[in-house]
């Protein structure tokens, strides 16, 4: 049950666009097509974002897209905002168990 | 609107037993899997356990497998967490949510912060 592996940080400027990576292995992220993201601004609990590896719950700005390569998913966020400034998880189904990668600080400069 | 409530966390020497409870309202609680995803201070998250929505099914994650034990009683609409032989390491906010077994967790509760120290 290794957690799945993030950049630690990441930035950007408003307006422009970034994108955050998420590798893990032919046993979760590359074996399902269930990758989710979570957005978590400090204080407070997490926020689904992305399910399904690309999939936007309602609510959820379209400014938020995911996708899959292999064994490595991503969250790209276009347009970036101040208020997107937060920690970003991924995670994975990985058969019996859930697993997430260890976050990705988002600056907006 | 769908709502998660955690309650009894708390301060508990190493060793000790600690019950956490989640009461949720605004959905039909007896549908949903449910999940415990736990949070150390300044560190990442970490999945816990998650119950199917009948109670036929549990998993663990091996850093808890056989210390805790996850419950629910559909007809009160609560999860619970029977948390036993604490350690330093299992400090954290524990959130419970909403699940969908592939790894959808939606909502979270506003989570309940377990201490564990001497």
């Known amino acids: 049950q290794s957690a799945l592996t993030q950049p630690r940080s990441v930035s950007g400027s408003p307006g422009q666009s970034v994108t955050i990576s998420c590798t893990g292995t032919?046993?979760?992220?590359?074996?399902?097509?269930?990758v989710s993201w979570y957005q978590q601004h400090p204080g407070k609990a997490p926020k689904l974002m992305i399910y399904?590896?690309?999939k936007r719950p309602s609510g959820v700005p379209d400014r938020f897209s995911g996708s899959k390569s292999g064994n490595t998913a991503s969250l790209t966020i276009s347009g970036l905002q101040a208020e997107d400034e937060a920690d970003y998880y991924c995670c994975s189904y990985a058969g019996s168990y859930t697993v997430f990668g260890g976050g990705t600080k988002l600056t907006v400069l | 609107q769908v709502q998660l409530v955690e309650s009894g966390g708390g301060l508990v020497k190493p060793g000790g037993s600690l019950r956490l409870s989640c009461a949720a309202s605004?959905?039909?609680?007896?549908?949903?899997?449910m999940s415990w995803i736990r949070q150390a201070p300044g560190k990442g998250l970490e999945w816990v356990s998650y119950?199917?929505?009948?109670?036929?099914?549990?998993n663990y994650a091996d850093s808890v497998k056989g210390r805790f034990t996850i419950s629910r009683d559909n007809a009160k609409n609560s999860l619970y967490l029977q948390m036993n032989s604490l350690r330093a390491e299992d400090t954290a906010v524990y959130y419970c949510?909403?699940?969908?077994?592939?790894?959808?967790?939606?909502?979270w509760g506003q989570g309940t912060l377990v201490t564990v120290s001497s």
């Open positions: 399904d590896v690309s």
């Open positions: 949510a909403r699940s969908v077994l592939s790894a959808r967790f939606d909502p």
């Open positions: 119950i199917s929505s009948s109670s036929s099914y549990t």
């Open positions: 032919s046993s979760d992220v590359g074996g399902y097509n269930y």
């Open positions: 605004g959905f039909t609680f007896s549908d949903y899997y």
